[in-house]
């Protein structure tokens, strides 16, 4: 197979698993079997047919609508199915097409599905970030490269210190929050899925996503602010894309804005000798 064939099948596996994703995203907080029943319109219950669930083609051919009762099919599903396709692509670029690569894959596939959840109903299904975070310590033991290292057990090491790291600023924070607003202001959605992507991507990588988030947040926040009259915004979807930024950019950031080098000297100063 030619190059970019090869790029063009792991776009159109992408949009696979965004599909599938979609399936995730509307069944998940409704709590119903990601396996049975297969898919159906959500207006006339209508199932859906092989060759209207092709990912982006069959919403393409049938112009956004379905086919036995015309009603308009929601924007998420082209939007996700694209999304996931693109950055399947994206990440097997950055990190190629090896395990590590496929695990990363699998990791911004979870960021999407809890975006697209936590967006609609406010809540991150403890599925994806406690299985997620079982899985992520798992992996780091079955794929030390994962931690740059091919040490498990120093792996083991870095992925429990990344979920305690990531889990625990957003717990502080949360407690320092409630103290100030006298309301609870971090969801444990929110934790459970920093400590999720800690056990992956290590602590650098979460503290980056946990500087770079509320920036992500602060416009949206203002304008629901200002015209939704609400202080509640969902957070996982901004977390979710710091930590995607992060993911891609991680060491480039912590470079550039001297806070490994910080960290660094300060850990020569204060920790152990
Ligand atoms: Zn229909």
């Known amino acids: ?6 790029w063009l099948f792991w776009f159109a ?16 907080p409704r709590e119903e079997s990601l396996i049975r029943p297969r898919s ?32 308009p099919i929601r924007w998420r599903y082209p939007v996700v199915e694209m999304l996931t396709a693109s950055l399947t692509v994206a990440v097997l670029y950055r990190f190629g097409a090896g395990p590590v690569g496929w695990v990363y894959v699998a990791f911004v596939a979870a960021l999407i599905a809890v975006s697209f959840i936590d967006l609609e109903f406010q809540i991150i299904p403890d599925e994806i970030s406690l299985g997620g975070l079982g899985l992520g310590v798992l992996l780091s033991a079955l794929l030390p490269a994962l931690h740059g290292t091919d040490a498990r057990m120093v792996a083991l090491g870095r992925s429990v210190v990344g979920l305690l790291v990531g889990g625990g600023v957003l717990y502080v924070t949360g407690l320092v929050g409630d103290l100030i607003f006298r309301k609870e202001s971090m969801g444990g959605g929110d934790i459970k899925l920093m400590a999720m992507a800690g056990s992956l991507l290590g602590w650098k990588a979460a503290l980056v996503a946990f500087f770079l988030a509320p920036f992500l947040a602060l416009l949206p926040g203002l304008y629901v602010l200002a015209f939704k009259r ?31 080098e910080t960290v660094k000297l300060m850990w020569e100063y204060y920790g152990p000798r």
Do not use: K, Q
Request: aromatic content about 12%.
């Open 1 to 6: 197979m030619p190059r970019w064939g090869l």
């Open 230 to 260: 609400s202080h509640v915004i969902p957070y996982g979807p901004f977390l979710s894309l710091a930590l995607g930024v992060s993911l891609f950019f991680g060491a480039d950031l912590l470079r550039a804005t001297g806070m490994e």
């Open 13 to 28: 596996l992408g949009g696979c698993v965004g599909s599938f994703l979609n399936v995730c995203i509307y069944r998940m």
């Open 40 to 71: 159906r319109c959500p207006r006339c219950g209508h199932p859906i047919a092989w060759y209207d669930n092709i990912p982006l083609l069959s919403w393409a051919a049938l112009c956004g609508r379905c086919r036995h009762c015309g009603s």
